[in-house]
């Protein structure tokens, strides 16, 4: 939304516009991500009055979907909506959507995205699942009981998106978390696997032993996850190191830092890694 809306007088949907026609003439499929989200929006959007707020929300489902509807396999209608550290009831994340409309929010979300593309997978985001921690039992707790009252009401989701972006300081119980995972298909949703990437800050230096350590948790990771039948969709966030948001991050912290992340299936030239050959061997042996 702030990409899209960066002001209160702007609309500009040219980048999203390129987007689709690329994917149009190369035959890709197109994701959307995200149409609501509580963070990572512009001052004036979090300035807004709770009635402003959910008139923008709904206008701003109703101008993206009434514009794209069709053209996207799948939309991530709500992103995140989980955050213990707000300290409100259910976990909920803060935000003014959530002020607008309570956690109808999401419902509300879901019933327009259902009337404006009834063809796509309606996507319910989360993040922070996989871990084997404190912070990754309260997520998954708080998530599960969320899904029950979206469910209870009716909520037109399709597919829970899983974000897992793993950790190398991270502890992980993958056949634990496939639990979890086969626990929400029970419940009747397709699971997408939608932001997957290895943040290797805690692996050696050397480029090979990093690679090496990057690829065994892609591998772990897989293992456990793919053999579940309601897992349709493994979506990667980004495919080469340096096109990735850690790269980024890290150029931004560090300018002159020799060492960066490698986080993804391809290097900086787009070789495939052993990250590569890992993923390509879970998918082969996947039922």
Same mark, same amino acid.
């Given at each position: 939304?702030? *990409?899209? #809306? +960066?002001? @209160?007088?702007?609309?500009?949907?040219?980048?999203? %516009?390129?987007?689709?026609?690329?994917?149009?003439?190369?035959?890709?499929?197109?994701?959307?991500?995200?149409?609501?989200?509580?963070?990572?929006? @512009?001052?004036?959007?979090?300035?807004?009055?709770?009635?402003?707020?959910?008139?923008?929300?709904?206008?701003?489902?109703?101008?993206?979907?009434?514009?794209?509807?069709? #053209?996207?396999?799948?939309?991530?209608?709500?992103?995140?909506?989980?955050?213990?550290?707000?300290?409100? @009831?259910?976990?909920?994340?803060?935000?003014?959507?959530?002020?607008?409309?309570?956690?109808?929010?999401?419902? #509300?979300?879901?019933?327009?995205?259902?009337?404006?593309?009834? *063809?796509?997978?309606?996507?319910?985001?989360?993040?922070?699942?996989?871990?084997?921690?404190?912070?990754?039992?309260?997520?998954?707790?708080?998530?599960?009981?969320?899904?029950?009252?979206?469910? %209870?009401?009716?909520?037109?989701?399709?597919?829970?998106?899983?974000?897992?972006?793993?950790? *190398?300081?991270?502890?992980? %119980?993958? @056949? #634990?978390?496939?639990?979890?995972?086969?626990?929400?298909?029970?419940?009747?949703?397709?699971?997408?696997?939608?932001?997957?990437?290895?943040?290797?800050?805690?692996?050696?230096d050397s480029v090979a032993a990093r690679d090496a350590r990057v690829a065994d948790l892609y591998r772990r990771f897989l293992a456990a996850v793919l053999p579940i039948p309601a897992v349709t969709v493994l979506t990667f966030w980004q495919l080469a190191d340096h096109t990735s948001w850690l790269h980024y991050r890290a150029v931004e912290k560090r300018p002159g830092a020799r060492r960066r992340p490698r986080p993804l299936p391809f290097?900086?030239?787009?070789?495939?890694?052993?990250?590569?050959?890992?993923?390509? %061997?879970?998918?082969?042996?996947? +039922?």
């Amino acid at each position: 939304m702030g *990409s899209i #809306r +960066p002001d @209160p007088d702007t609309v500009d949907l040219a980048a999203a %516009d390129r987007l689709f026609a690329f994917a149009a003439e190369t035959g890709q499929k197109v994701r959307g991500h995200t149409l609501v989200w509580n963070d990572a929006l @512009p001052g004036w959007i979090k300035a807004l009055s709770p009635a402003d707020a959910g008139r923008l929300m709904d206008t701003h489902v109703e101008t993206v979907l009434g514009r794209y509807a069709g #053209r996207a396999f799948a939309w991530d209608v709500v992103n995140e909506p989980i955050a213990p550290w707000d300290h409100l @009831p259910g976990n909920l994340r803060a935000g003014p959507f959530l002020r607008a409309y309570g956690e109808d929010y999401i419902s #509300r979300s879901f019933a327009a995205a259902r009337r404006l593309d009834p *063809s796509a997978k309606l996507v319910l985001n989360e993040a922070f699942t996989e871990t084997d921690d404190a912070r990754g039992e309260t997520f998954r707790q708080s998530f599960r009981a969320l899904l029950v009252r979206l469910k %209870d009401k009716g909520t037109p989701i399709d597919a829970i998106g899983l974000q897992c972006h793993l950790k *190398s300081r991270a502890a992980y %119980d993958f @056949p #634990r978390f496939a639990a979890f995972v086969a626990e929400i298909a029970d419940m009747g949703y397709e699971i997408h696997v939608t932001e997957l990437d290895v943040d290797d800050g805690a692996f050696p230096d050397s480029v090979a032993a990093r690679d090496a350590r990057v690829a065994d948790l892609y591998r772990r990771f897989l293992a456990a996850v793919l053999p579940i039948p309601a897992v349709t969709v493994l979506t990667f966030w980004q495919l080469a190191d340096h096109t990735s948001w850690l790269h980024y991050r890290a150029v931004e912290k560090r300018p002159g830092a020799r060492r960066r992340p490698r986080p993804l299936p391809f290097d900086a030239a787009f070789q495939r890694k052993p990250a590569w050959h890992a993923v390509a %061997d879970a998918l082969r042996v996947m +039922p």
